[in-house]
T-cell receptor, first 115, second 111 residues
């Protein structure tokens, strides 16, 4: 079965500090995504990648960087964390190539609190 | 970019009664729609995928798609308290790599 694992699951960070959220998938999917979920906003796309070495900006990329060093791993980096980045972050993988593709498989989420 | 809206925001039904959730989208050229379920801020699980107008059933979950009306719905037959969760509509954007989500419907199933 598809598996996407995120770490850390919970994190408290200091304003101005650096935070790295990691994601690993064993699905061999080309595409990976980072979303954040906030009350009133639903799921919003931050960055995505369509393969190792590629990163693309989503709808709300400001304040975030992404890194895709391999097919399996996709990281979200907050260089200077701010309280407005307090949220639950979800990583997902998917394969859009087939007509019926793009089912996304999600991790369990990473809860980040910036104080 | 595709705009996706869901209604109602919250829905309470009794166990065994049909639950119906709605989703509207802005671009009828998409042909790739899914309904996901999320329990208590955990990860999402896909319930049903639909790619053409009409109906698609997966167990107790049935999706109806009408692209001319920019509408896709989810019907849950004989809902149980364990079905209490947030249900999200997802539409594949014209950009093939992007999937746009609605804000979700909170479903509460009373025993």
């Amino acid at each position: 079965e598809a598996a996407v694992t995120q770490s850390p699951r919970n994190k408290v960070a200091v304003t101005g500090g650096k935070v790295t959220l990691s994601c690993n998938q064993t699905n061999n999917h080309n595409n990976m995504y980072w979303y954040r979920q906030d009350t009133g906003h639903g799921l919003r796309l931050i960055h995505y990648s369509y393969g190792a070495g590629s990163t693309e900006k989503g709808d709300i990329p400001d304040g975030y960087k992404a890194s895709r060093p391999s097919q399996e791993n996709f990281s979200l980096i907050l260089e200077l964390a701010t309280p407005s980045q307090t949220s639950v972050y979800f990583c997902a993988s998917g394969d859009p190539q087939a007509y019926s593709g793009n089912t996304l498989y999600f991790g369990e989420g990473s809860r980040l609190i910036v104080v | 970019q595709q705009k996706v809206q869901q209604s109602p925001e919250s829905l309470t039904v009794s166990e065994g009664a049909m639950a119906s959730l709605n989703c509207t989208f802005s671009d009828g050229t998409s042909n790739n729609f899914r309904w996901y379920r999320q329990h208590s801020a955990k990860g999402l699980e896909v319930l049903v995928s639909i790619f053409s107008d009409g109906e698609k059933e997966e167990g107790r979950f049935t999706a109806h798609l009408n692209r001319a009306n920019l509408h896709v719905s989810l019907h849950i037959r004989e809902p149980q308290p364990s079905d209490s969760a947030v249900y999200l509509c997802a539409v594949k954007d014209t950009n093939a790599y992007k999937v746009i989500f609605g804000k979700g419907t909170h479903l509460h199933v009373l025993p």
